[in-house]
Structure formats: structure tokens, C-alpha cells
T-cell receptor
Framework: RKEVEQDPGPFNVPEGATVAFNCTYS??????FFWYRQDCRKEPKLLMS???SGNEDGRFTAQLNRASQYISLLIRDSKLSDSATYLC???????????FGPGTRLSVLP | ETGVTQSPTHLIKTRGQQVTLRCSSQ?????VSWYQQALGQGPQFIFQ???????GRGNFPPRFSGLQFPNYSSELNVNALELDDSALYLC??????????????FGPGTRLTVL
């Protein structure tokens, strides 16, 4: 079993749709959690950190369930510019181990 | 922009050759991590350097080695290149210390092609 797994995708959604991405991790000692986005042939960029209480940044909401070892990202009112690959990241050993999921590709269609 | 720079941008080598990739970390950061990203996959952790020492290593053979310098910049060296080493190599810098959340910020990457 992979350390971090994500929805296989791709997700093709119309503009304005709400889309949710799911991520599960296997290491119960995981300490920090992030969502990154990666545009085609570019580097990953930090989208948001994920806190135990859940957090929101504009149209983006991240949730963490430590008991189920599950992280989610919700995008509301999706825009064409949201088209990218979304990478779930889990860290442990105080940041020494930074494990990426395989990513889920999102295409927002006009 | 993150302030993390990498060089070169692109590189073409042949099997058996050696390559050195370079990374300058963001100002204020003391930790550099290296990743290999094959097409269509997530980045795979190679190793991390903190205070000029290797601070963690992923599942990569010893022919992948690195250095960190006093100014926190870093090099990734790969010996005896194989065709499967063709990938995007990403460097990420972060701050490791009390209270840090360890967010990593990535450079634009070096695309290595091995022929």
C-alpha cells in the first residue's frame, strides 16, 4: 500500500462547480499536512496547510480527520484557472519526511 | 515567486555519465530537500540536508548524493546515469526550527534527459 493515496482522476468539471479531492495516508505518526497545486511542467506550489480543526481560504476548504487518516480539499465555484494537478502531502519526523501523493488532475471546462 | 532557484533548467546526458544539479534556497531557510518527479507522478523524496548534513533519505541508491554549503545552497550529484533517471528534479527549501511548520517552497526544477 502506498504511503499517500489520492483519487485517481482526472476530474473534468464545468466552471462554477464544486469539486472535492480525497487523500488517505498510512502512517499514523504523520504530523503535518498540506495541499500543493502543480501546473503543467511547473513546480508544485503551496496551496494551503491543513489544520486539525479544518481551515478555509476563500473558495478552498481543507479538512483533516486524524482518526481515519484522511484529508480532503473542497473547491467551490471553480474557475478555469483552478485547472491543475492537486497534490496531497504528509510529513513526519518533524519535516524530515515529506511524502507526496500521486496527485489528482483537475480540468475546469468553460 | 518563492526565491528558490535551480540550475541548469534543462540538461541532456548519456547513460553512464555524471551530473550535478544546483539549488539556492530561499532567504532565511536552512533546509533543502531534493525530489525526483517522473512524468505523471508525484515528486519522490530523494534526501534532505540540514546544517550541511544529510537529514533523511528516501529509497534512492547511493549513486544519488548531495551536499549543502554554509550558505544553505545545495547540490545533487547523480553518478552512472541510467535511462530511468530522466525526470524533473525539484529542490525545495524550508525552515527547520522551533515552532516551524516545515512548509516547503519549490524551485522551478531541472529537467534531466538521459539518452
Amino acid at each position: 500500500r502506498k504511503e499517500v493515496e489520492q483519487d485517481p482522476g482526472p476530474f473534468n468539471v464545468p466552471e462554477g462547480a464544486t469539486v472535492a479531492f480525497n487523500c488517505t495516508y498510512s502512517n499514523s505518526a504523520s504530523q503535518s499536512f498540506f495541499w500543493y497545486r502543480q501546473d503543467c511542467r511547473k513546480e508544485p506550489k503551496l496551496l494551503m496547510s491543513v489544520y486539525s480543526s479544518g481551515n478555509e481560504d476563500g473558495r478552498f476548504t481543507a479538512q483533516l480527520n486524524r482518526a481515519s487518516q484522511y484529508i480532503s480539499l473542497l473547491i467551490r465555484d471553480s474557475k478555469l484557472s483552478d485547472s491543475a494537478t492537486y497534490l496531497c502531502v504528509v510529513t513526519y519526523n518533524y519535516g524530515q519526511n515529506f511524502v507526496f501523493g500521486p496527485g489528482t488532475r483537475l480540468s475546469v471546462l468553460p | 515567486e518563492t526565491g528558490v532557484t535551480q540550475s541548469p533548467t534543462h540538461l541532456i546526458k548519456t547513460r553512464g555519465q555524471q551530473v550535478t544539479l544546483r539549488c539556492s534556497s530561499q532567504s532565511g531557510h536552512n533546509t533543502v530537500s531534493w525530489y525526483q518527479q517522473a512524468l505523471g507522478q508525484g515528486p519522490q523524496f530523494i534526501f534532505q540536508y540540514y546544517r550541511e548534513e544529510e537529514n533523511g533519505r528516501g529509497n534512492f541508491p547511493p549513486r544519488f548524493s548531495g551536499l549543502q554549503f554554509p550558505n544553505y545552497s545545495s547540490e545533487l550529484n547523480v553518478n552512472a546515469l541510467e535511462l530511468d533517471d530522466s525526470a524533473l528534479y525539484l529542490c525545495a527549501s524550508s525552515y527547520s526550527g522551533t515552532g516551524s511548520f516545515n512548509e516547503q517552497f519549490f524551485g522551478p526544477g531541472t529537467r534531466l534527459t538521459v539518452l
